[in-house]
């Protein structure tokens, strides 16, 4: 039986790390912003055992006009679980949590191997690839919400 619920920024370390910063200090999963009041967390259990993550910033990309954007950032779910479906369910409700935040875009910067998953959810590709140092190539994707 799976859930997902709002966590704390720290509770997103245990998913973030292994997969989004294996190789790196565990200080890497602290992103800026993590703890602002805007800031939501959520965790997907799987019984009591957190299995996947999502956090989701308030925050404006200049490559759009939407009034009011949303960024989804550490999107994570543990390597025995992935491609079972999990990480559509954290995406779907992020979305339904920046919908009841009447948001008007999500954006977020996706690594290349995932760019076909997002894009399956009705993302799209804005933009050229980039190399996020010492983690690797990125796009920039989104998806509009409103006609704002």
């Known amino acids: 039986m799976q859930n997902i619920k709002k966590i704390a920024a720290l509770e997103t370390f245990p998913v973030r790390h292994p997969v989004l910063r294996a ?5 890497s999963c602290h992103f800026d912003g993590d703890n602002l009041e805007t800031t939501s967390h959520f965790g997907l ?3 009591n055992n957190i299995i996947g993550v999502i956090s989701i910033f308030e925050a404006k990309n200049n490559l759009f006009a ?10 994570a779910v543990l390597k025995q679980y992935q491609k079972k479906g999990f990480g559509e369910k954290l995406i779907l409700n992020s979305e339904k949590h920046c919908m009841d ?3 008007n875009l999500i954006w977020f910067n996706a690594r290349k191997k995932a760019i076909g998953f997002y894009e399956k959810m009705g993302y799209q590709v804005k ?3 980039f190399e996020i140092l010492g983690v690797g190539e990125h796009v920039v994707m989104f998806k509009k919400m409103s006609d704002e």
Not at 23 to 27: A, G, M, N, P, Y
């Open 23 to 27: 190789d790196k200090s565990i200080d």
């Open 101 to 103: 935040q009447k948001a």
């Open 45 to 47: 259990f799987d019984k």
């Open 127 to 129: 933009g050229l690839p």
């Open 66 to 75: 939407a009034e009011k954007q949303y960024q989804i950032r550490g999107m």
